[in-house]
């Protein structure tokens, strides 16, 4: 993610990004979902056991990872669900632009592009293709 996009983030939700050693190594094209999850993170939960943990969630790391944008979270179990959720998402989001993507390798990569995008990297002469898989349970989930 550009440095300046990164240091916005930082400023508008200091709460989560309390650490500043955490980074943001996504392409620009996830802002949106970042901006999903940041602003849902930093709602107040319904459950009231929940609430009072509400200023201690943070952000550990976000990455992308095989395609998917993936943020490794402290907080309650009921945002982590949440977390998962936007994660999702981001197979359908193009980490290059924001438009509908689907995820293909780009140079041996797993990467979640549109067709707009993967045209650029096929007119830059890399190697790539479509990925056809079915959303398999990631069973580690909350590796870090
Ligand atoms: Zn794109």
């Given at each position: 993610m550009h440095p300046a996009l990164e240091a916005r983030f930082k400023n508008e939700f200091p709460t989560l990004f309390r650490d500043s050693r955490v980074r943001c190594y996504i392409e620009n094209g996830w802002e949106g979902l970042l901006r999903i999850l940041c602003l849902t993170l930093t709602q107040p939960d319904e459950t009231p056991s929940d609430s009072e943990f509400e200023s201690r969630t943070i952000l550990i790391q976000v990455k992308q990872r095989y395609g998917c944008l993936r943020a490794y979270i402290s907080s309650t179990a009921a945002r982590q669900r949440i977390k998962f959720h936007v994660e999702r998402e981001?197979?359908?989001?193009?980490?290059?632009?924001?438009?509908d993507g689907r995820l293909a390798t780009v140079e041996g990569w797993i990467s979640t592009v549109c067709q707009e995008c993967a045209d650029m990297i096929r007119a830059d002469g890399k190697e790539w293709r479509w990925l056809e898989v079915g959303f398999e349970d990631e069973s580690d989930e909350d590796e870090s």
């Open positions: 981001s197979y359908l989001v193009c980490e290059r632009c924001g438009e």
